[in-house]
């Protein structure tokens, strides 16, 4: 199975202030995804990180609030920017071996409380 | 569109019993990969076991088994011989023909383990 670690593991934060999650994976990992999963709900897409250009956002987020770098195969990071109590959650990384087949893992997850 | 129905908000099990996790699924693609993942309390997601549409026989891993019944869309799964660190979050996934980009998670079932 494929190494997926995420820090930090939690956090505490200020209204308006912005966090900065770091992933990394082993080299298993092509693809790598950011999933957002709200207090007793199940997980939402975020986005697609992409190596070396902008990432693929899904309905509902945009790059201004969840800024997404990928600058290597096996680094990305996802800021939360200008926090509000509504982004309180648990962040997790993901990654997929090879193209779109198998097994999706995940990261330790982030847990933010914003207040 | 893909949909998952995770029909049980909550599950008790005695330890050492065995306990299935409903989950069905609704999909137009014609080939797809079915996920189970365990989320305990620290909020990590853990990959069970994965089942692809085309694979003949149901996957095992350990003391789990994806009960794969194509006709009816379900994908169950089995834990046997419950044990208390079994007690968790389970989430059961989808992805269809649009890769990991498109994966959907069910509501989840939480279980929990009586000594």
């Known amino acids: 199975s494929a190494v997926i670690s995420q820090k930090p593991s939690r956090d505490i934060c200020q209204r308006g202030t912005s966090l900065t999650i770091q992933c990394q994976v082993d080299?298993?990992?092509?693809?790598m995804f950011w999933y957002r999963q709200q207090p007793g709900q199940s997980l939402t897409l975020i986005a697609t990180?992409?190596?070396?250009?902008?990432?693929?956002?899904e309905s509902g987020f945009v790059i201004d609030k969840f800024p997404i770098s990928r600058p290597n195969l096996t680094f990305s990071t996802l800021t939360v920017s200008n926090m509000s109590p509504e982004d309180s959650s648990i962040y997790l990384c993901?990654?997929?071996?090879?193209?779109?087949?198998?097994?999706?893992?995940f990261g330790e997850g982030s847990r933010l409380t914003v207040l | 569109a893909q949909k998952i129905t995770q029909t049980q908000p909550g599950m008790f099990v005695q330890e050492k019993e065995a306990v299935t996790l409903d989950c069905t699924y609704d999909?137009?693609?014609?080939?797809?990969?079915l996920f189970w993942y365990k989320q305990p309390s620290s909020g990590e997601m853990i990959f069970l076991i994965y089942?692809?549409?085309?694979?003949?026989q149901n996957a095992t891993e350990g003391r789990y088994s994806l009960n794969f019944q194509k006709a009816r869309k379900s994908a169950n799964l089995v834990i046997s011989a419950s044990q208390l660190g079994d007690s968790a979050m389970y989430f059961c996934?989808?992805?269809?023909?649009?890769?990991?980009?498109?994966?959907?998670f069910g509501t989840g079932t939480k279980l929990q383990v009586i000594p």
């Open positions: 993901s990654g997929g071996a090879g193209a779109n087949t198998g097994e999706l893992f």
């Open positions: 080299s298993q990992v092509t693809m």
């Open positions: 990180a992409n190596q070396g250009s902008e990432a693929t956002y």
């Open positions: 999909t137009s693609d014609p080939s797809y990969g």
């Open positions: 089942q692809g549409s085309y694979d003949q």
């Open positions: 996934a989808m992805r269809g023909d649009w890769g990991y980009q498109k994966v959907t």
